[in-house]
């Protein structure tokens, strides 16, 4: 439930940071947008994009490609009340031969921010830079415990979100039913794309009408999947 996850955030009364870690500008959105907007209510959100998003598919110049996305993602982010934006620049669908660096990068994120809870994609999602952001992700998370140790700013749990691939199982469930056209709003923001935003919130609205564990009763639902960050 979103309580959990806010407990969290937020278990001293004070604003905290949240991390979503997205491989390219937009999956944040379909992940998770309505989580986002809800979150944003009692924690700081930052959103770490992995790629450069430059996978050219419609004739454009990449550079051209990678400023259009940046710009979508900073409108998108204005609607869901994101806070700030980290983009570590890797390149669009190589992220299995930049895993070092890019775990270097978020490491030194993540220290910055000193996030309590970290949000991204599915390990078993079948796109292959979303597979493998898992485990940069945990890998950053890590390596930036240990740095902030004596100060105890530590991220205690990774949260994996649905894009491409429905999680088998799940942890928490999200009832977005009262943000769901915020989210439709924000996916709408990438143009760029082709991105069928009915499909999107019909895996919402198949969360909502299999969950049979009240008091959720919403008409749309986002999934997650704990798993807990140690020090081993």
Not at 37 to 58: C, W
């Amino acid at each position: 439930m979103i309580e959990s996850i806010c407990n969290l955030v937020s278990g001293d009364g004070h604003s905290m940071n949240v991390v979503v870690v997205a491989c390219h500008p937009d999956d944040e959105s379909i992940g998770m947008g309505g989580t986002i907007k809800i979150l944003g209510r009692v924690a700081n959100v930052h959103v770490v994009v992995l790629s450069n998003g430059a996978s050219n598919k419609k004739g454009k110049e990449r550079e051209d490609l990678i400023s259009e996305r940046e710009q979508e993602l900073r409108k998108a982010g204005q609607v869901l009340s994101i806070s700030e934006f980290h983009f570590l620049d890797q390149d669009d669908g190589y992220l299995e031969h930049q895993k070092e660096d890019a775990i270097s990068k978020l490491a030194r994120v993540l220290e910055s921010v000193h996030p309590c809870v970290v949000f991204t994609h599915y390990r078993y999602d079948t796109h292959p830079d979303h597979a493998v952001a898992f485990d940069i992700v945990e890998r950053a998370c890590w390596w930036a415990n240990r740095g902030n140790l004596m100060t105890r700013n530590l991220v205690s749990s990774i949260f994996e979100f649905e894009v491409y691939t429905p999680l088998l199982r799940y942890t928490e469930l999200v009832d977005i039913s009262a943000v769901v056209e915020d989210k439709r709003s924000a996916i709408k923001s990438y143009q760029s794309q082709d991105i069928d935003v009915d499909s999107v919130l019909g895996l919402n609205r198949f969360r909502a009408a299999h969950n049979t564990k009240p008091p959720f009763q919403g008409t749309h639902f986002e999934a997650f999947l704990e798993t807990r960050v140690t020090l081993l």
